[in-house]
């Protein structure tokens, strides 16, 4: 069933419980991602599309656009209808199809990319209920080192990625970061109160230089 949600007094999403609807990692995150006036925002792997709009309702005097992209078309069309439901046609745009084999014409475009992705290895044994869900939380169509890759073409040198990512897959991450060219940047555990971290928001910089900041735990 399709529900409107209210991002503030002036946004507004419709999510769809049918589908994989959005938690409290697609907040967090929008929140993490320190935006720059002028930012041209990527939002992979995007759902309904609340990370990219939460980013905006959060900072609309800098963003100068927010392009999603959505593998699963009921997701993309919810995307779609988003962008309508806002009147953000001329800044906010939607593409369908695997982030991994988007166009060239988005190689280097992006000074943000946000993106919370699928958690779970193809090979973990976690079951979900649907295809819908299993795509959207399991790594069955985008593994990570996939992710990254694509990532780091698309941003611009100096470019940034803010993502959420399971704790216990941090060593892999930043492998494949320094791989790539993202420099790891800043790092934020998110946790349930007393206990160990379930998830890590990370920023990298394509071409950073090394240095990390580590943040004080979300106890979420």
Known sequence: MKKLEYLDENLKIYQDDDYYTFTSDSILLSRFAAVKRGDVVADFCAGCGVVGFNLYALNPDKISSVT??????????LCEENIALNGLSDKFFAVSGRVQDISKEYYGKFSLIVCNPPYAKKDSGEKSPSETL???KSESAL???ELLFIMSRALKFGGRVNFVHRADRLA???SLMK???IEPKKLCPVAAKGKEPYLVLIEGVKGGRAGLKFLKTIYN
């Not at 992209?69 to 993309?76: C, H, I, R």
């Open 143 to 145: 593994e990570l080192r």
């Open 179 to 181: 791989e790539f060219k």
């Open 68 to 77: 999603f992209f959505e593998l699963q078309k009921p997701l993309l069309s």
């Open 172 to 174: 892999e991450i930043f």
């Open 134 to 136: 299993a795509v959207a």
